[in-house]
């Protein structure tokens, strides 16, 4: 039997990627180990160089599966952090706790930079203000929306597409077949 004998890993300088966040890497790696459980050939799946990046991050997943694990065993879920947020809005006697609280929640759903075109340099706490002023004085102003009958044609798709697509559609099917 062959024993493999690895060379440890040295630190040369801070910039080694050893300890980043491969999320997408681990992701392709769990999809490969549907099909292999080849080092190698899970080392070419997910584009690393050597079979110890592959061990790396498979103890990667294995860490966050042990700690999602233990966020779950100590009652710690996603609508436990949500329904504490909105507590902390509800009943906070300080507006910058609570303007903190509710800062916490857009940024969660990604609306924390809300712009838009006609507005470009006010922040979002005058947008609120001006939408308020708006309501106040009569509702927001209807859009007049031409709901005429139209017909949609969509082109042909040539032939050399066509086949494209059904072999990138065939590839898929292959490397990630149950």
């Given amino acids: 039997m062959k024993v493999n004998k690895y060379k440890p890993v040295t ?3 801070g910039k080694v990627g050893y ?6 890497q681990q992701e392709l790696l ?16 997910i584009g690393v160089k050597a079979v110890a990046d592959v061990v790396r991050t498979l103890d990667k997943l294995t860490i966050r599966k042990e700690y999602h694990e233990s966020l779950a065993r100590k009652g710690v879920s996603l ?4 329904e504490n947020i909105k507590n902390i ?23 924390e930079r809300y712009e838009d075109i006609e507005d470009k340099g006010k ?26 009958d ?5 082109p042909p798709v040539p032939k050399s597409e066509q086949k494209r697509q059904e072999d990138e559609a065939e590839l898929g099917r292959e490397l ?3």
């Fill in 123 to 148: 922040g979002w706490e005058e947008m609120l203000v001006d939408l308020q002023q708006v309501e106040l004085q009569g509702g927001p102003k209807q859009l007049e929306v031409d709901t005429g």
């Fill in 89 to 111: 809005a509800d009943t906070s006697s300080k507006d910058a706790t609570r303007l903190k609280a509710l800062q916490t929640l857009l940024r969660s759903i990604g609306l």
């Fill in 30 to 45: 769990l999809k490969a180990m549907q099909v292999s459980d080849d080092p190698k050939v899970l080392r070419d799946a």
């Fill in 150 to 154: 139209y017909e949609v044609i969509r």
């Fill in 79 to 82: 609508d436990y952090i949500v």
């Fill in 19 to 24: 300890y980043r966040n491969n999320t997408y």
């Fill in 11 to 13: 630190f040369i300088d």
């Fill in 176 to 178: 990630y077949a149950k």
